[in-house]
Nanobody, 127 residues
Framework: QVRLVESGGGLAQAGDSLTLTCAAS????????LGWFRQTPGKEREFVSA????????YYADSVEGRFTISRDNHKNTGYLQMNNLKPEDTGVYYCALSNDPYYSGVERFPTDFGSWGQGTQVTVFS
């Protein structure tokens, strides 16, 4: 079993930056793709970004492309989501997740592709 803990959320003004951290313990973090999703009340969980197990091939939702950067440090069992130029529509609970399959380097952007989830961290952006 793996335990994921997100941190770094909070209140931000539009245009500000926040960095989310995902700390992992338990299952081998370095062999699984890392994803970030977000959710607002009444809506389905939305893909934000993902990166493969080795730290390559990052990809993003169109809504955050150019503003967010995903990264990971496998030596520290930690993932990151750097969020710049925040917008009110970025508001939501942000979750990190690890993929179901180890060493898979394809594109994974659906919640069902990920089997381990953190508890989420709230990000609120005001204009």
């Amino acid at each position: 079993q793996v335990r994921l803990v997100e941190s770094g959320g909070g209140l931000a003004q539009a245009g500000d930056s926040l960095t989310l951290t995902c700390a992992a313990s338990g299952r081998t973090f370095s062999t699984y793709a890392l994803g970030w999703f977000r959710q607002t009340p009444g809506k389905e969980r939305e893909f934000v970004s993902a990166i493969n197990w080795s730290g390559g091939h990052p990809y993003y939702a169109d809504s955050v492309e150019g503003r967010f950067t995903i990264s990971r440090d496998n030596h520290k069992n930690t993932g990151y989501l750097q969020m710049n130029n925040l917008k009110p529509e970025d508001t939501g609970v942000y979750y990190c997740a690890l993929s179901n399959d180890p060493y898979y380097s394809g594109v994974e952007r659906f919640p069902t592709d990920f089997g381990s989830w953190g508890q989420g961290t709230q990000v609120t952006v005001f204009s």
